[in-house]
């Protein structure tokens, strides 16, 4: 059984996850718009991720009990100055929400949520994984640059990420 605090984490947590995934398709849209079709196939396969994210933690707290409560979600950004200001946004935004994930860790840790606590370590692990998949890619357009023909490779790399990934 949770604590009412703790299912109030979790719901905000459940939205948050429900903005990634707009935030993410948002950006696939102006990627596409700009020509970026591996950029725009790999961000839309990552709002999907961004869903399953959202719904385990969803089924989690049905499964306890709860009540998942879905609020407003806020409208995530539309209009981007570049490829690279995007990844360097979804790296931000990734940052973010570690933070917010180590947030919620504490909280069940220090009301002795054990449950919560363990099911909250995939998460904790995903973000590692989150971080470092998008930190490499900014990675890679730092180290080719931004002309034209530099960003035509990133983006065929970024759909082969979109495959493989
Ligand atoms: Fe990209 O990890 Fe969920 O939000």
Known sequence: MLTPAMVEKLNEQINLEFYSSNLYLQMSAWCEDK?????AEFLRKHAIEEMEHMNRLF?????????????????PPHEFESLSQIFTATYDHECLITHKINELTHVAFSAHDYSTFNFLQWYVAEQHEEEKLFKGIIDKI??????????????????????TG
């Open 142 to 163: 730092q180290l080719v640059g931004e002309d034209g023909k530099a960003l035509f490779w990133i983006d065929k790399d970024l759909a082969e990420l979109a495959k």
């Open 59 to 75: 089924t989690y707290v049905s499964e306890t009990g709860a009540m998942p409560i879905l609020g407003c979600i806020e409208a």
């Open 35 to 39: 020509g970026f079709e591996g950029a």
